[in-house]
């Protein structure tokens, strides 16, 4: 997401883009955490005839099939959670927009995942860039994006991936971004 709030000087233009810590993202984090450790105490519970939940009695559930299947939908749950836990911490798809006209650059920079890829950046040329690309699509998967277009260079895009932003905003800043590049402003 290109954010509302913006560092803006007369030759300067950044604009940071959300990445995997969402409110959202946090909230399923928490909720899948919460269940699948419920689920897997009570699974260890049937096993051991030991009762691991202080709400619940889950020694009387018969381990073989119910346990073993509790068991089961714990550790996957676990394991999505985790995943999740791991996104939001290196806060994938996370980064910035920057439009420079002091040092002539553009520079896109995103957060991945870990290795030697951890960090994308894509540095272009300001004298390079044609236009701004605005594309929206509506109804059962909508999608509402801004795309730089540069000269030699499949569209780069400058939105978040995820929930579409407002329209009204999504315009607004294409129209701001294509007045502070000079380029112009396609796809309205």
């Known amino acids: 997401m290109i954010a509302s709030t913006q560092a803006s000087t007369n030759s300067v233009l950044k604009y940071p883009v959300l990445g ?22 009570a699974s260890l519970s049937s096993y051991l005839q030991i009762n691991l939940l202080p709400f619940a009695d889950p020694t009387s559930l018969i381990f073989i099939p119910q346990g073993v299947a509790m068991g089961f939908y714990g ?3 676990i394991l999505l959670a985790g995943y999740l ?22 520079r896109i920079f995103r957060s991945g995942f870990l290795g030697k890829n951890r960090s994308i950046e894509i540095e272009h040329p300001l004298d390079k860039v044609q236009a701004i690309r605005v594309d929206i699509r509506e109804g059962l ?13 499949p ?7 995820g929930q579409p932003l407002p329209l009204s905003e999504i315009e607004n800043q294409g129209a701001e971004l294509a007045r502070f590049l000079e380029v112009p402003l396609e796809g309205l």
């Open 20 to 41: 995997a810590r969402r409110l959202s993202n946090y909230w399923w984090a928490t909720v899948m955490s919460l269940g699948a450790t419920g689920f897997f105490l």
């Open 75 to 77: 550790v996957v749950g």
């Open 85 to 106: 836990w791991v996104i939001i911490t290196l806060d994938v798809g996370g980064g910035y927009n920057e439009f420079n006209k002091e040092t002539g650059k553009v």
């Open 141 to 153: 998967n909508p999608k509402r994006a801004l795309y730089l277009r540069v000269k030699g260079r």
């Open 155 to 161: 569209e780069i895009p400058l939105t978040r991936v």
